[in-house]
T-cell receptor, first 114, second 116 residues
Framework: KAGVTQTPRYLIKTRGQQVTLSCSPISGHRSVSWYQQTPGQGLQFLFEYFSETQRNKGNFPGRFSGRQFSNSRSEMNVSTLELGDSALYLC?????????????FGQGTRLTVV | AQTVTQSQPEMSVQEAETVTLSCTYDTSESNYYLFWYKQPPSRQMILVIRQEAYKQQNATENRFSVNFQKAAKSFSLKISDSQLGDTAMYFCAFMKHARGNEKLTFGTGTRLTIIP
């Protein structure tokens, strides 16, 4: 069974640009969550999607947005990039069946804003 | 809001020894999950062990076990017979047991180095 796949693995963008990151969950998983990891702030929750609906959102500005498609694949978008958006962005998928809440993580997308 | 605290930024231990990583948390919830995740240099977060708060028995997975003290809100991870492959960042994480609220709150992590 393929794991969670995030593309691209690395990205360099200029301040003011926008970026789209992609996450393909494990087959059958309907929940996809996004996290931002930085040395200063650690791991912070961005948002969670389930069946194409955003159910939870973390404390991030509106420049951060996301969506989920009918096949459960998810994208997150960051507009008007700032230097502080440089981070490792992690995607996690969960089956959420019964008591199974385990989150399976992808290898992340390393975004550098210059 | 929940908070998770890991007070040991870095630890190192000789190969084959036992090491314990500390984690405390704060919540008003009565039903929740606690996790330990490992993040090696490859960056992929890997679940090490999970504990349901309603279970009194401490979870065990091979060389990994936890000491869950619900009243003290403490959740430490013990790694026995440590191996070089255990070198990684370890994150303690909390999740409320509530459908529609499956977000993880992470601690700041402990960098563990296993010395050959």
């Amino acid at each position: 069974k393929a794991g969670v796949t995030q593309t691209p693995r690395y990205l360099i963008k200029t301040r003011g640009q926008q970026v789209t990151l992609s996450c393909s969950p494990i087959s059958g998983h309907r929940s996809v969550s996004w996290y931002q990891q930085t040395p200063g702030q650690g791991l912070q929750f961005l948002f969670e999607y389930f069946s194409e609906t955003q159910r939870n959102k973390g404390n991030f500005p509106g420049r951060f947005s996301g969506r989920q498609f009918s096949n459960s694949r998810s994208e997150m978008n960051v507009s008007t990039l700032e230097l502080g958006d440089s981070a490792l962005y992690l995607c996690a998928s969960s089956p959420l069946t019964g008591a199974n809440t385990e989150a399976f993580f992808g290898q992340g997308t390393r975004l550098t804003v210059v | 809001a929940q908070t998770v605290t890991q007070s040991q930024p870095e630890m190192s231990v000789q190969e084959a020894e036992t090491v314990t990583l500390s984690c405390t948390y704060d919540t008003s919830e009565s039903n929740y999950y606690l996790f330990w995740y490992k993040q090696p240099p490859s960056r992929q977060m890997i679940l090490v062990i999970r504990q349901e708060a309603y279970k009194q028995q401490n979870a065990t997975e091979n060389r990994f076990s936890v000491n869950f003290q619900k009243a003290a809100k403490s959740f430490s991870l013990k790694i026995s017979d440590s191996q070089l492959g255990d070198t990684a960042m370890y994150f303690c994480a909390f999740m409320k047991h509530a459908r529609g609220n499956e977000k993880l709150t992470f601690g700041t992590g402990t960098r563990l180095t296993i010395i050959p």
